[in-house]
């Protein structure tokens, strides 16, 4: 009879331990919230091009090439600069990054891609968030993997890092190229 | 005595005109700013996630609580409002989760407690019934130290 509360507890505690372990390994993060738009295609949207840059619409990623990645950012988000390290390295490897600037002003924007490097071959403007508001984005940076198919099959949110370009978007890759 | 009336005939929108609120860049009538409030008190905000849409300081939930107003003014049903945060940031918007299978568990918790209680306390007094009568041996000890 004290065997069930007993058994209970170690059940918990074990769970809280490996919820923990695993928040530390960051391959889990419990503030991160599953994405409606995976498995379908982006929300209709039109954006201006920034930084000199060409801007792209939802029909311009609805077939690419090659699986590729979205990229919000701004360039008044700290993590986004650490960040920068990891596109340019990703952008350097082949991989096709798409940015979008969120709510940035046009000369900061400027300022952050001269300091921070540029890995976009398209750069996007959403000025007052709207089609983030469509995309449910809810912080930057965050990324979006998009298949040949035009489809958003897994979203980010937050600095892409070591751990996760190896745990997730490595074998994604591998998935859908 | 022309302009005199005409004043007094736009007394009462004067009025009309003190009573809109204005809320997240968004005018209306007192009515709708409340049924903006109901639902906007219903919605998680995405950014502090243990606040309210309408507690939130964040530019997001300003932004969700612009939309909410502009939506309840043109006379949009509550339900669509929903539907709207729902299909952009999944049902971990709505503060209360609606009853589907990924809930159920959720839902049927206080039941299962409830069983979890009543199957205890039932297997707790199964267990202390009425004690063992007691053999000869017993009986002699007890009488011995009744008499002391």
Same mark, same amino acid.
């Given at each position: ?177 | ?34 049924? %903006? ?5 219903? @919605?998680?905000? #995405? ?8 507690? /939130?300081? $964040? ?48 839902? %049927? ?5 409830? @069983?979890?209680? #009543? ?8 267990? /202390?019934? $009425? ?18």
């Amino acid at each position: 009879m004290f065997g069930v509360p007993l058994a209970l507890a170690v059940g918990g505690g074990e769970g809280f331990y490996i919820l923990l372990r695993r928040m530390q390994a960051q391959t889990y993060d419990p503030h991160a919230l599953p994405s409606p738009l995976i498995g379908k295609r982006p929300p209709a949207f039109n954006l201006p091009g920034a930084a000199g840059m060409q801007g792209f619409a939802n029909t311009d990623i609805a077939a690419p090439p090659k699986p590729m990645l979205v990229n919000w950012f701004a360039s008044w988000c700290v993590p986004c600069t650490q960040e920068s390290v990891m596109l340019d390295r990703l952008a350097g490897g082949g991989l096709a990054i798409w940015g979008v600037a969120y709510e940035d002003d046009a000369q900061n924007l400027q300022k952050f891609l001269a300091a921070n490097g540029n890995p976009y071959q398209r750069l996007a403007a959403d000025v007052d968030g709207t089609t983030a508001i469509n995309w449910g984005v809810y912080g930057v940076p965050e990324t979006y993997f998009i298949d040949k198919a035009g489809i958003v099959r897994w979203r980010y949110a937050g600095a892409l890092t070591d751990d996760v370009v190896a745990s997730t978007l490595t074998p994604l890759l591998e998935k859908y190229s | 005595m022309r302009r005199l009336l005409l004043l007094l005939a736009l007394l009462p929108t004067l009025a009309f005109a003190q009573d809109m609120v204005t809320r997240d860049g968004v005018t209306m009538t007192p009515a709708q700013e409340t049924r %903006a409030e109901a639902i906007g008190d219903q @919605l998680r905000c #995405l950014v502090c996630q243990n606040e309210s849409i309408e507690d /939130s300081n $964040a530019k997001l939930a300003a932004q969700l609580r612009g939309i909410i107003r502009t939506q309840v003014v043109k006379g949009v049903p509550d339900k669509n409002i929903m539907d709207y945060m729902v299909q952009r940031y999944g049902i971990f918007v709505l503060l209360k989760p609606p009853v589907s299978p990924l809930t159920w568990l959720l839902y %049927a918790m206080p039941v299962l407690a409830l @069983l979890c209680g #009543l199957a205890a306390f039932w297997f707790g007094r199964r267990k /202390s019934g $009425a004690p063992a009568p007691l053999d000869d041996a017993e009986a002699a000890r007890l009488e011995v130290l009744l008499r002391e």
